[in-house]
Structures are given as C-alpha cells and as structure tokens.
Nanobody, 111 residues
C-alpha cells in the first residue's frame, strides 16, 4: 500500500519559515521524481518544486530563492524548506510522486 504523508504545515507570519516533510512508503522512493504542489482556495493546483532521482531540481518562478526542495532517500522522506514566506504562499501543500498524492498539509501565512 502506497502512502505519502505530509507534515509540518501551520500558521506563520509573513517573513517566517516552515519546513514541510513527506514520508513515503510502498514505493521505491529513490527511483522516483518527487514533487511539491499547492492549491489555494479557488485556484488550480500548481507545481511548486520538483526533485528528480538524480537530484536535479525545478522551482516555479514565484518561489525561486525562497524555497528549497530536498530528499533523504535513506529515510524515504521529501522536504520543502520555505523561507521568507508571503501571504500569497497560503495554500494546501501536497507531495506527489509515482502517480500518488498525499492528503496535504495546510500552510497559512498572515500579513
């Protein structure tokens, strides 16, 4: 059974930081490209960051220089370090990979 379980969301003031985690099981984590997506109310889900099995990364322009995606293959865990958070970063954040999604973790940034 595949499970992707996100954690680390919460309420933070603008300019603050959060670190999201996604614990994966049931997949060969190290072989898979892993992604962080987000969806704000009334908006479509958007890809925030991606990390391939070889370690190369992609970021959407709006988070470049503020967010860092990383992975620990020994722990089957994906991370998203989010710094200099802005109110527009408020959304439900999901990890996804190998055709599966987690349940999401809410990030709320107050101004």
């Amino acid at each position: 059974q595949v499970q992707l379980v996100e954690s680390g969301g919460g309420l933070v003031q603008a300019g603050g930081s959060l670190r999201l985690s996604c614990a994966a099981s049931g997949i060969i984590f190290s072989d898979n490209t892993m992604n962080w997506y987000r969806q704000a109310p009334g908006k479509e889900r958007e890809l925030v960051a991606r990390i391939r099995s070889g370690g190369s990364t992609y970021y959407v322009d709006s988070v470049k220089g503020r967010f860092t995606i990383s992975r620990d293959n020994a722990k089957n865990t994906l991370y998203l370090q989010m710094n200099s958070l802005k109110p527009e970063d408020t959304a439900m954040y999901y990890c996804g990979g190998a055709g599966y999604w987690g349940q999401g973790t809410q990030v709320t940034v107050s101004s």
